[in-house]
């Protein structure tokens, strides 16, 4: 096919789309949903209530691969046309009047709806959703366009034993024989995006924000011990969130539920977080690997995205660089202002690098990176406060969000409520640093060297002089100056230096990697370190070194798990499965929990962790291969990427 074609008729398409908003404006619509997570089947009986604004013949509804019966308009059943994307229904429709338009449907999607173990043998059994860059329409007939914003009720009935989770506030739980029909009400419109269901095995604990919003927070009933660590400054972040944004919290109340085996870290669905169950973690894992930015991103998207959206992808950066910068605020107020500007340091060093490699774009360029989106929107927001000061930026985000709730907004709707409370012309900025697509890196460095955290790092520089730097190991500089040191001089480490504390242990575990024998001593107590991160590496780098001592570091590691992803249980099977006098009589068993690793049960993180494993140590058997053919069809795609090139690499030897 030709090419000019497809993009044309694409323009053309997504043209059409746009348009309905202009003709009619949905208001609710009340979904009664059953799911048989068996067939990955969902059906239902939703009613649509919406405004006609220009006299209009037909309205569709986005509704992928569904099946309708009883369409009715007012009451009255009415004709209507499927063609596997939408519903359409012809009408006379006229200005300024309000329709009722109901039908029943069945629906057996493919994505943004995802069945989790329902076909394993044990395992964990949920249900959940991702609605955005999935779109809702593959399991709730909706309006794909953002534009649209409804009020979404949503009442589902499913099996007793399991909980259901879904946007708004729970009004009814009724009790049926086997089933309970769950109702939750909603009493603003959203995007549809922004729609969510989460089903699973769950506890939940609930606080209450200073202003009094319920926060529920759940968890699999087996990980009672992980709450609090998970859940650390929840509260905290809330208030502070609340506060420093000046406008009080948009909805009626906020969960957050962990998921298995989901998308991306976490997903901001309107006052139901949706995130990874990888951070459910332990406070070892905490020092490494922990909740509190991604708990703080999500938050601030309930603002920023949620109560406002953006037109279209031009405008992104109103969306994730407001909630990048925003976390950082927050965990600002938790870990201080030397981890604000290292934060915004890191940002800086990212951006420099994608400007390197010659991918820098503007920030209102809707195909930008997501290190665009995200941190240089971030850094914008953090030089526009530093520009016009903060009493003209908090007073201007206040009246940008008061001026526009529950609506759709552009980069200009932001930008002149700053201009009117600074009393500046903030073109020449706009120009700078959100249209131009280079990034200015120097002026960001102009602005962190503020920090004297920053100054002081920046001094720090080895690469040249290791010898004026022999004593930096041992002074009173920064642990970041410090792993610096150790990363451009890695052999001016001594005995003494591992008296620093755990993240410059930690960088010593990561670059020292061949072990001088007057350090054996030193590096062995780092198996004792509180850090997964720093026992995986220690307990790899000690194997190597000293293959005579192998057993006894194998005995000291034994029984310890790491992160969710059993970073280091894994790596020690494989260590076990490789030194031959080390339990010679327990190797089937030790196999065999490694190659277990690999099935379906396991979250995938785990499961790659066991296949890269079996491949090094080339012990992938069929049990292991299968359950490597079954990867491939993951749906995530990082995942089934990776398994699809292992079993090539498989195949070839
Ligand atoms: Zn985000």
């Not at 022999?470 to 591992?498: G, T």
């Amino acid at each position: 096919m030709n090419r000019f074609f497809v993009i044309l008729s694409f323009f053309v398409a997504s043209h059409l789309q746009a348009q309905q908003t202009d003709y009619v404006d949905f208001k609710t619509a009340k979904a009664q949903l059953s799911i048989v997570p068996e067939k990955q089947a969902v059906s239902g009986f939703i009613e649509y209530e919406f405004k006609i604004l220009k006299p209009v013949d037909s309205v569709f509804i986005d509704a992928v691969n569904m099946k309708f019966q009883t369409v009715y308009l007012e009451n009255k059943k009415i004709s209507y046309s499927n063609d596997g994307k939408k519903l359409w229904v012809k009408h006379d429709f006229k200005p300024d009047s309000i329709y009722k338009l109901s039908f029943n449907y069945d629906a057996f999607p493919k994505k943004a709806m995802y069945f989790i173990d329902w076909d394993a043998d044990g395992g964990n059994k949920q249900i959940w959703t991702q609605g955005q860059g999935k779109y809702t329409s593959n399991w709730l007939p909706s309006i794909d366009d953002m534009n649209d914003k409804m009020e979404f009720d949503l009442t589902i009935t499913f099996n007793k034993d399991y909980e259901v989770i879904s946007n708004g506030k729970l009004t009814n739980k009724q009790i049926n024989d086997s089933t309970i029909t769950w109702h939750y009400d909603m009493q603003q419109p959203m995007s549809s995006y922004l729609v969510a269901l989460a089903i699973g095995k769950y506890h939940k604990r609930a606080e209450t924000s200073k202003s009094g919003i319920p926060l529920e927070l759940y968890y699999y009933p087996e990980d009672s011990l992980k709450f609090e660590p998970t859940y650390r400054y929840t509260k905290q972040i809330f208030d502070f969130l609340e506060t420093e944004i000046g406008v009080p919290y948009p909805w009626q109340n906020y969960k957050q539920v962990p998921v298995k085996d989901f998308l991306y870290a976490g997903m901001e669905n309107t006052g139901t977080t949706i995130f990874a169950d990888s951070f459910v973690i332990d406070s070892i894992a905490f020092i490494d690997k922990n909740y509190v930015n991604v708990n703080a991103h999500e938050l601030a998207h309930q603002w920023f995205g949620n109560l406002v959206t953006e037109t279209s992808g031009i405008h992104h950066w109103l969306q994730e660089g407001f909630a990048t910068y925003y976390a950082l605020l927050a965990e600002k107020a938790v870990f201080g202002d030397d981890y604000y500007y290292w934060q915004l340091y890191q940002y800086a060093q990212e951006l420099l690098e994608q400007d390197k490699a010659g991918e820098s774009t503007s920030l209102l360029d809707p195909k930008s990176s997501s290190t665009t989106f995200y941190k240089k929107g971030a850094l914008v927001l953090h030089l526009l406060r530093e520009k016009v000061g903060d009493e003209a930026f908090k007073k201007g985000i206040k009246n940008y969000l008061l001026k526009h709730p529950f609506k759709n907004v552009g980069t200009n709707d932001f930008i002149s409520e700053v201009e009117k409370t600074s009393g500046q012309n903030l073109k020449p900025f706009v120009d700078f640093w959100l249209v131009d697509k280079q990034f200015h890196y120097e002026a960001v460095l102009g602005s962190l060297e503020k920090s004297p955290f920053i100054q002081d790092y920046l001094k720090v520089d080895c690469e040249t002089n290791a010898e004026k730097c022999a004593h930096y190991l041992s002074s009173n500089i920064s642990d970041e100056a410090k792993i610096k040191v150790i990363l451009q001089q890695p052999n001016l480490i001594k005995v003494k230096d591992f008296q620093n504390g755990i993240k410059v242990r930690q960088a010593i575990t990561m670059h020292l990697a061949q072990i001088p024998s007057e350090l054996k001593t030193a590096y062995e107590s780092l198996l004792n370190d509180e850090s997964y991160v720093t026992i995986e590496k220690a307990l790899f780098h000690l194997w190597l070194n000293f293959p005579h001592e192998r057993k006894k570091y194998l005995s000291q590691t034994k029984g310890i798990q790491g992160f969710n992803d059993k970073n280091i249980r894994t790596l020690w099977l494989a260590l076990t499965l490789l030194t031959a006098d080390f339990e010679p009589e327990n190797k089937q068993m030790y196999f065999q929990e490694l190659t277990n690793y690999t099935n379906p049960v396991y979250g995938f993180e785990i499961r790659q962790n066991a296949f890269l494993y079996l491949q090094e140590i080339k012990a992938c058997n069929d049990a292991c291969k299968e359950n490597l053919n079954q990867a491939t069809t993951h749906h995530s795609w990082q995942f089934s990427k990776f398994a699809k090139t292992m079993l090539e690499q498989l195949n070839s030897n």
